[in-house]
């Protein structure tokens, strides 16, 4: 389970919960794939996994992050009537992958972000900004911009008060990336007969 300082992975989260009814939920880490040319990987790549629960109870979160130092942020989709943001530090998802424990996330704030179904106001995506420094929290319909403040080894986020609307953009927006520190990549599904899309944003 451990892995050098220097290899990029991709997290793979199995934790959507619409009913709000699963006790654990899975997150998985592959080796980033080399996708054609020389060095390519094959095409079956192994998976490490490891178990988490929510403190209180079974919560929707189709949000994660990594930070730099592979701390893992969540952030809830808002359908138990919060927004929240819950964290994992590094040294307990390495031992959770090599025990296979099943560990609790710690609750580390309400984010501010109002829930509301009819109007798309769920959390369906983060990224974290290529210095670490910044957390973008996506619904179907606005971008949120989050600063990292850490203090005793605790992870915080401060709304920095700078919402992004995408307007009708995307029929139903499910993930966000960094492109660059200024770039972001939006993803969507197919939706009210339009087809998904991948649009670039800046704000």
Not at 19 to 30: A, G, K, S
Request: aromatic share 8%; net charge negative; with cysteine.
């Amino acid at each position: 389970a451990d892995l050098p300082q220097t290899t990029e992975c991709l997290y793979i989260a199995d934790t959507g919960d619409n009913n709000n009814v699963r006790q654990d939920v899975t997150v998985y880490i592959v080796v980033e794939p080399r996708v054609g040319g020389v060095g390519a990987s094959p095409g079956i790549v192994p998976a490490m996994s490891f178990h988490y629960r929510y403190p209180d109870k079974p919560t929707d979160a189709e949000a994660l992050a990594v930070l730099p130092n592979g701390d893992i942020t969540i952030v809830s989709k808002g359908r138990g009537g919060t927004i929240d943001f819950y964290s994992i530090p590094a040294a307990t998802v390495a031992r959770a992958l090599s025990s296979g424990e099943t560990i609790t996330v710690q609750y580390a704030g309400n984010t501010g972000i109002q829930p509301d179904q009819r109007t798309g106001q769920l959390v369906t995506a983060a990224a974290m900004s290529p210095d670490g420094k910044t957390l973008a929290v996506r619904t179907y319909y606005e971008v949120y911009f989050f600063e990292l403040e850490s203090s005793s080894g605790e992870v915080h986020w401060r709304d920095l008060q700078r919402p992004c609307s995408l307007g009708d953009a995307e029929p139903q927006g499910e993930g966000i990336d960094y492109l660059d520190a200024n770039t972001l990549l939006l993803t969507s599904e197919r939706s009210r007969g339009r087809p998904g899309s991948i649009h670039r944003l800046q704000c």
